[in-house]
């Protein structure tokens, strides 16, 4: 996608404080030629237009560039850690609770940031600074496996599709989807159901090639491994009983997935309700 000028500000949906604070980590990222892409709500602005107060500044990054991302931090004064190595950092201003999300992965470990994130990327300026964008196709497929009891992101991604259909990348969100189609056809199912006059807008043979997946696969025989439960790749709480109590394989300790042992036990103890009862 070439540059478009497409970047609301957001200056009215950021506290003076906190827009000083991210506007300084734009420029000093630029400055120091360091790789990173704007997400989140700023991203989501650009491209739908919906503008809405953000608690955060998301940056996607690559992991291998933390490290002289945390350095630059620190010579600013700034504070980071690493909350969760296998997919999130942050950077915080020691003197507020403002903060910025590093995202070098998905907290299910499906969609790490690779060069491809860095390629014909929007460029906007954001609270002045010029920066380069997330792709909607990225940050698309990032956002179609929330779908926790707290926060379901699939009004984002019907928004993203209904502002956007015409051009985005289709045979990309395929090829980025890959063996996770299903979660795709439903996405494109539901906005058919939220869009009725907008259906035609999702290319035919999109629709076409999907159902024509579901069609062959429900005429196979039975998945070799019958006892995984994937559900743990679209929330990391709703299906703990699966795995915990019924024995299912967690769908992020296969193959597909990038998390360890060790992440999915970390990334489990951060769920607010088992911190609740921690003693």
């Known amino acids: ?8 500000s957001l200056e009215d949906e950021v506290a003076p404080k906190t827009a000083g604070f991210y506007r300084a980590a734009l420029q000093a990222l630029g400055d120091a030629d360091i790789p990173f892409l704007v997400g989140g709500a700023f991203a989501h602005a650009c491209f739908t237009g919906i503008r809405r107060a953000t608690k ?10 933390y490290d002289r991302i945390a350095e630059l931090a620190e010579r600013h004064g700034w504070g980071t850690s ?4 296998h997919w999130l950092g942050k950077v915080y201003d020691r003197e507020d609770e403002d903060f910025i999300d590093l995202i070098f992965n998905s907290g299910n470990g499906l969609t790490p940031v690779d060069e ?3 390629q014909h990327n929007a460029e906007a300026e954001i609270l002045g600074v010029p920066v ?14 929330i779908m926790e009891r707290e926060r379901y992101d699939g009004g984002d991604v019907a928004h993203l599709i209904q502002a956007n259909a015409e051009r985005l990348d289709w045979q990309g969100m395929l090829k980025r989807f890959g063996p996770h189609w299903r979660v795709l056809l439903a996405h494109l199912t539901l ?7 907008e259906r035609h807008r999702i290319p035919e043979w999109v629709m076409r090639e999907l159902v024509g997946r579901l069609a062959a696969e429900t005429r196979q025989p039975p998945a070799a491994d019958p006892h995984v ?10 299906y703990l009983y699966d795995v915990e109590q019924l024995g299912y394989v967690d769908g992020r300790l296969t193959p597909v997935s990038t998390m360890t042992a060790e992440d999915v036990d970390r990334w ?6 088992r911190q609740a009862v921690t003693p």
């Open 132 to 145: 380069k964008i997330a792709n909607i196709e990225d940050g698309l497929v990032s956002k179609a496996f």
């Open 229 to 238: 439960c994937a559900g743990t790749l679209l929330s990391r709480e709703q």
């Open 268 to 273: 489990t103890q951060a769920i607010p309700a």
């Open 191 to 197: 906005f058919g159901f939220i869009y009725p006059g």
């Open 56 to 65: 955060d500044l998301d940056i996607f990054i690559k992991r291998e560039d």
């Open 1 to 8: 996608m070439p540059a478009a000028k497409i970047a609301p």
């Open 82 to 85: 690493m909350t969760f190595p």
């Open 116 to 118: 491809g994130w860095f």
